[in-house]
């Protein structure tokens, strides 16, 4: 009934008589506006959350928004707490999860499984990591062929979302976070295959340190328990994964007809762009008392710590691990300063909408990145991801940078600075980064020298505009660097080059009285690393990644039905995009999720709402491919569809045959 009146009064207050709409709605007509728009878009989360968008955001609501009296600064995006005491769902406990590819050792069975770790992290604000000591199991020693760190976690009652990692030795092995509970319960678990740090996993009398800093009191009731494992894989237990054999399908009796060498391209292909784990891993790290990561406070706050290289060294890789978290979890959407000054805006969420994430050694730039903007379950709508979570939530990307044309500079028995920072950064970023080492056991002395090292200033533009609470801000910036070097090893004399380019642009708009926001960004990253020989130019090695993440965010805020409360409509779209190759093999990955929905929110907890979410996950390359589509709505799995074959695959298994090849097909038919 609710319904009928409101659209009753609708129709009876665009006839110019308020007074009577107001007494048909028994509300304002603020209000009659605010339920209408709600009743529409519960009926068009139905749509699709792209077109869904199209609608609501429509000049009806602008001409609501500029009636309204909501503070300008709840359009922004930010972190909720659903709320379990007026929840309308009541279930039994649900399964979270994210879409990601399979590790390599989904389908296989561990050779042997260690349990590291079972703890509930309860009122750990302020508290040191947790630590356990970690030696690998003698009845499964090294080398493994594969290494899976599994994390299994459960929840009830009221908590927000809090960031995580786990550490060995000061070595960073997994970035995550939690996924906000109900009151009846959630649980999930993340897998990460951690082979690249074998070196480091087949020492003994370590210690293991996990980071999860929780509140827990009247208002905040959910504990977090956490079980944290290592399934470990031995060569003889690894085997290539079922398949359809398009060999037989083709018409050939075995692989061997065309010369299929699978087990030692697997090894090539573009999913191990490092074929071989690293002979030795160094954390470039804090102390560990708040955790083993570098608390940024601003872009002056810059971390660091002195390492000295071995002279046997022969090529190096700096991982570094980077999450957002307080005035700039949602960075991308941060309004510049002359805005937020000249409007009397309480809010500390500004300095623009631009962060880099840098690295540098001696003083000197090495590396720069813009960070895949990960949403956390409580961030923007917490209703959008249960239960499949955004995209990285629960197994944030880490970035590599290959420094291996800089030993020149590094190889003289000395220590060096490295240093971490981000340029435009508020309070607060985690960093902290590994560098992995390879040995030359050949030689106890490796030469080195450094060519080329060009990393020049960014190019960089702004244009602000605004007029009171309504604006535009744009910020394009693009940044190359060039680096190359050569290493003589017993493996020879070999020059390796990197170059980069990055791209980066976001667009803000403020309308409606500065109540409905658009955030448009887009970042591509080109990353090309060539090694040849240093005399003949005769290629030995040559790999590319190109990777792009659009995000699209749509805010909108009116008046809610009671007191102190008021309703958000938004629409959240945004993907990872990547290209790879290694040689003659290459790959694919394209992962989209598009969220659109509404809530009634008071202060920061979430009192009702509606969502819809969709997302797409694909990845294709010379060996495999691997599909999977999920849809939910208002916390419901309405589908979930995987696939581990490719249409397109069959057809790119015949285009690599030889026309001999061919002929013999014919000849069997």
């Known amino acids: 009934m609710v319904l009928s009146n409101d659209l009753k009064a609708f129709r009876i207050l665009f006839t110019g008589h308020q007074a009577k709409a107001r007494r048909v709605a028994g509300s304002s007509y603020l209000h009659i506006f605010a339920s209408l728009v709600a009743h529409l878009t519960s009926l068009l989360i139905q749509l699709q959350p792209g077109k869904m968008s199209r609608l609501i955001f429509s000049p009806l609501l602008l001409l609501l928004l500029l009636l309204t009296s909501v503070s300008p600064s709840s359009s922004q995006p930010d972190h909720f707490l659903k709320s379990t005491a007026t929840s309308l769902r009541q279930q039994p406990p649900q399964q979270y999860l994210e879409l990601t590819h399979p590790v390599p050792s989904d389908q296989l069975i561990p050779s042997c499984t260690l349990s590291l770790l079972q703890h509930s992290f309860a009122n750990t604000m302020g508290q040191p990591p947790f630590s356990v000591p970690y030696s690998p199991p003698s009845y499964c ?16 009652g009221d908590q927000y979302d809090r960031i995580f990692a786990i550490w060995l030795a000061g070595v960073e092995i997994l970035r ?27 020492r003994s009398n370590l210690t293991l340190s996990m980071m999860l800093e929780n509140l827990v009191n009247d208002e905040f009731t959910g504990v977090y328990h956490v079980n944290v494992s290592l399934f470990f894989y031995d060569h003889h237990a690894v085997v290539a994964p079922p398949r359809v054999n398009w060999m037989k399908m083709l018409g050939f009796q075995s692989d061997s007809d065309i010369n299929v060498r699978e087990d030692e391209n697997r090894e090539k292909s573009s999913l191990n762009l490092y074929e071989t784990p690293a002979d030795l891993i160094i954390p470039i790290s804090d102390h560990g ?6 608390r940024i406070q601003n872009e002056s706050d810059v971390r660091s710590k002195n390492i000295e290289l071995p002279m046997n060294a022969k090529r ?61 379950t409580g961030g923007i709508n ?66 080195a020298k450094v060519v080329v090292n060009w990393f020049p200033e960014i190019h960089q533009s702004w244009e602000t505009s605004f007029n009171q609470l309504d604006g535009s801000f744009k910020v394009k910036a693009e940044r190359k660097s060039l680096a190359s070097g050569w290493v003589a090893s017993s493996c020879g004399n070999l020059t390796t080059s990197v170059s980069r380019k990055i791209e980066f642009k976001n667009k803000i708009n403020f309308e409606g009285n500065g109540r409905y926001k658009m955030v448009h960004q887009k970042v591509k990253v080109k990353t090309e690393v060539r090694t040849v020989e240093s005399g003949s130019g005769k290629l030995i090695s040559q790999r590319m990644l190109k990777r792009k993440y659009p995000l699209n965010v749509i805010t909108s805020t009116v008046p809610g039905y009671d007191m102190d409360t008021y309703m958000m409509t938004t629409n959240v779209s945004h993907s990872l995009k990547e290209k790879s190759s290694n040689g003659e093999f290459s790959g694919s990955l394209l992962n989209s999720q598009e969220s659109g929905g509404w809530m009634i929110v008071k202060d920061h907890s979430v009192l009702s709402g509606a969502s819809r979410t969709q997302q797409s996950f694909s990845y294709q390359d010379e060996i495999a491919c691997y599909s999977r589509n999920i849809e939910a709505s208002s916390g419901q799995l309405l589908r979930d569809e995987s696939a581990s074959v490719c249409p397109s695959f069959s057809y790119k298994m015949l285009k690599k045959l030889s026309s001999k090849m061919l002929k013999k097909l014919l000849l069997k038919s």
């Open 316 to 376: 190096v890789l700096l991982e570094l691990y980077v999450s957002f978290h307080g005035n700039d979890e949602f960075w991308y959407s941060n309004p510049p300063n002359a805005y937020i000054e000249s409007n009397n805006l309480t809010t500390k969420r500004g300095n623009g909408a631009w962060r880099e994430v840098f690295v540098r050694i001696d003083g000197s730039l090495v590396a720069t990145e813009i960070p895949f903007p990960v949403i956390f």
């Open 141 to 156: 020693p090294s080398p493994w062929s594969h290494v899976v760190l599994q994390i299994d976690a459960t929840c009830h």
């Open 176 to 202: 995550s976070s939690t996924a906000e509970p109900t009151a009846s319960g959630i649980f999930w678990n993340v897998r990460k295959d951690v082979t690249r740090y074998s070196s480091l996993l087949s």
């Open 289 to 294: 008392d708040e955790g083993f990561w570098f």
């Open 382 to 447: 917490p209703l959008f991801w249960e239960p499949v979570v955004a995209i990285g939530a629960f197994d944030l990307p880490s970035y590599d940078f290959d420094l291996t044309p800089l030993l020149g500079s590094l190889l003289d028995g000395k220590s060096h600075n490295f240093e971490l920072g981000v340029n435009g950064a508020i309070q607060f970023w985690l960093l902290d980064a590994n560098l992995h080492i390879w040995l030359d056991y050949g030689s106890s002395d490796v030469e």
